[in-house]
């Protein structure tokens, strides 16, 4: 009894699942009302390298960005390096003075202890 109630039940449930995927097919009416669509992902990374260097302490503070520039091979090449080896990071990368949102890189310097620093 129970061989044959197996065997009407798997009939049942074949000719149920038949007419589920049936039904699930579209006709060429439903066909003609579909359209395509993508979905698409951007996700920023940035990553973030710095360096400290010792300045002649008789530089004012509005000479330092001048000083920098005539002085960059005393930290480019570290800096390169440090950026190379530095992890991504998820997201823009913003905050602590980095704010130049529609820029593709930043660059600035920060004086130690006094408050005081800027874009280069």
Known sequence: MYR??????????KTRNDLEYANSQPN?????????????????????????IPIPKH???EDVVDWLSENEDR?????????S?????FGFGLGDGMDE????SEWRYDIEGEKYGGHL
């Open 4 to 13: 044959i109630n197996k065997q009407k039940n798997q009939k049942i449930m």
């Open 75 to 83: 930290f480019t090449d570290d800096l390169d390096q440090r950026m």
């Open 85 to 89: 080896e530095a992890k991504y990071k």
């Open 101 to 104: 949102k529609d820029e593709e």
């Open 59 to 61: 530089i004012k503070q």
């Open 28 to 52: 060429e009416n439903e066909l003609e009302k579909e359209r395509l669509i993508t979905i698409s992902n951007r996700s920023v990374y940035h990553k973030y390298a710095e360096v400290t």
